[in-house]
């Protein structure tokens, strides 16, 4: 993604996740340190570099150096955010594990295991008994967090553009149309954005009909889900559109499983 761009990875990620099936978390469990350590790596791993990037912009100057400075050390930890999150991820995990058991050797076995996934009977949407996972609500704070950030940048976009575009004689929707249609990169028919945004509507709307062909939830709620998608690409971003449908998700998951 960070060579050839989230405009092409981001499609063929959504026809392979929906050839696999692997479009909803029903049938995969992710373990409570795994969840706990998902937000950290993130933000280590992307946010941060991002927001050092935009504080540290690399000039051609940088570029010409023969030795490290800070905006090229941050333009490579940028680039390989998609090998480090997996890393920090599984570090943080492990060290949330290992600091789970020391702590659970001076307690009882009980609070050792209070930690970890346990199953509590409760009525589900069939009337059968569902487990209690304590990962998903880690995970929702996650995808949370995630979606105040892109929708931040996304409003922070439009606004600047809607801002310095003639003083603002241009109106909302044609800087919108704008960002949607012009591209940025030379030669390209149309702008990276606009295949984004496109991939992900596609993705987002199979993904509440999967949810709701399941039986997971109802043609009301997936009604409603399914035009938080739509409105989602242009009012916060099609990143937080995405990270919006999988806490959405994730809520309907945690009610049925």
């Given at each position: 993604?960070?060579?050839?761009?989230?405009?092409?990875i981001a499609?063929?990620y959504?026809?392979?996740?929906?050839?696999t099936?692997?479009?909803?978390?029903?049938?995969?469990?992710?373990?409570?340190?795994?969840?706990?350590a998902?937000?950290?790596?993130?933000?280590?791993?992307?946010v941060?570099?991002?927001?050092?990037?935009?504080?540290?912009?690399?000039?051609?100057?940088?570029?010409?150096?023969?030795?490290?400075?800070?905006?090229?050390?941050?333009?490579?930890?940028?680039?390989?955010?998609?090998?480090?999150?997996?890393?920090?991820?599984?570090?943080?995990?492990k060290?949330?594990?290992?600091?789970?058991?020391r702590?659970?050797?001076?307690?009882?076995?009980?609070?050792?295991?209070?930690?970890?996934?346990?199953?509590?009977?409760?009525?589900?949407c069939?009337?059968?008994?569902?487990?209690?996972?304590?990962?998903?609500?880690?995970l929702?704070?996650?995808?949370?967090?995630?979606?105040a950030?892109?929708?931040?940048q996304?409003?922070?976009t439009v606004?600047?553009?809607?801002?310095?575009?003639?003083?603002?004689q241009?109106?909302?929707v044609a800087?919108?149309?704008?960002?949607?249609?012009?591209?940025?990169?030379?030669?390209?028919?149309y702008?990276?954005?606009?295949?984004?945004?496109?991939?992900t509507?596609?993705?987002?709307?199979?993904?509440?009909?999967d949810i709701?062909?399941?039986?997971?939830?109802?043609?009301r709620?997936?009604?409603?889900?399914?035009?938080g998608v739509?409105?989602?690409?242009?009012l916060?971003?099609?990143?937080a559109?995405?990270?919006?449908?999988?806490?959405?998700?994730?809520?309907?998951?945690?009610?049925?499983?």
């Amino acid at each position: 993604m960070q060579i050839s761009g989230i405009e092409k990875i981001a499609p063929i990620y959504y026809l392979l996740a929906i050839a696999t099936g692997d479009t909803t978390t029903a049938d995969r469990r992710v373990a409570p340190e795994t969840a706990v350590a998902v937000l950290p790596a993130t933000l280590l791993a992307y946010v941060l570099p991002g927001a050092l990037m935009a504080a540290l912009p690399l000039t051609a100057t940088e570029v010409s150096r023969s030795i490290f400075t800070p905006q090229i050390l941050v333009s490579y930890a940028f680039f390989l955010a998609p090998i480090t999150v997996p890393l920090l991820t599984t570090a943080i995990s492990k060290a949330v594990s290992w600091f789970t058991r020391r702590r659970g050797r001076h307690g009882s076995r009980t609070q050792a295991a209070g930690f970890r996934t346990k199953a509590v009977v409760d009525k589900s949407c069939d009337g059968e008994g569902r487990q209690y996972f304590p990962e998903i609500p880690r995970l929702r704070t996650a995808y949370a967090v995630a979606f105040a950030i892109q929708a931040a940048q996304h409003i922070y976009t439009v606004t600047r553009t809607y801002l310095l575009s003639c003083t603002g004689q241009l109106s909302l929707v044609a800087v919108l149309r704008n960002l949607l249609t012009k591209p940025t990169v030379p030669g390209q028919e149309y702008a990276s954005i606009a295949l984004y945004a496109g991939a992900t509507l596609g993705f987002g709307l199979y993904t509440v009909w999967d949810i709701r062909r399941r039986g997971y939830t109802t043609d009301r709620v997936a009604s409603k889900a399914a035009l938080g998608v739509v409105a989602g690409q242009v009012l916060v971003g099609p990143g937080a559109a995405y990270a919006g449908l999988w806490w959405w998700g994730e809520g309907v998951l945690a009610r049925c499983v």
